[in-house]
């Protein structure tokens, strides 16, 4: 698994970014697939999972509402649509494979992480 996270950039509050994270080896198909975030300063957290046929969602309560977790099979990739985005919603996304069928929010179940993308939201 090689994992790519891009679409990061700079957004005013209330704007909207789309997150994207392919494998370029498409090899995460059978895996559950999560976004993870660093704010600055602080530990890396939860964001939302999705279940390897992409069937179930799982959000922190934080972005609930806002942001959409979605996957294209077909192009190994997965998606993290961010709308009604606040300031603080700035940090790095980071994209990981679950060991197996996991997409839960503990990131020690996470097996492969992609380099992270910068988010940054101004208000």
């Known amino acids: 698994v090689q994992l790519q996270a891009s679409g990061g950039g700079l957004e005013q509050s209330g704007g909207s970014l789309r997150l994207s994270c392919a494998d370029s080896?498409?090899?995460?198909?059978?895996?559950?697939v999560g976004w993870f975030r660093q704010p600055p300063g602080k530990e890396r957290e939860f964001v939302a999972a999705?279940?390897?046929?992409?069937?179930?969602?799982r959000y922190a309560d934080s972005v609930k509402g806002r942001f959409t977790i979605s996957r294209d099979n077909a192009k190994s990739t997965v998606y993290l649509q961010m709308n009604s985005l606040k300031p603080e919603d700035t940090a790095v996304y980071y994209c990981?494979?679950?060991?197996?069928?996991?997409?839960?929010?503990?990131?020690?179940?996470?097996?492969?992480w992609g380099r992270g993308t910068l988010v940054t939201v101004s208000s």
């Open positions: 990981a494979v679950g060991r197996g069928t996991y997409y839960g929010s503990t990131p020690g179940s996470y097996q492969y």
């Open positions: 080896r498409r090899t995460f198909n059978n895996n559950g």
């Open positions: 999705i279940s390897w046929r992409g069937g179930d969602t």
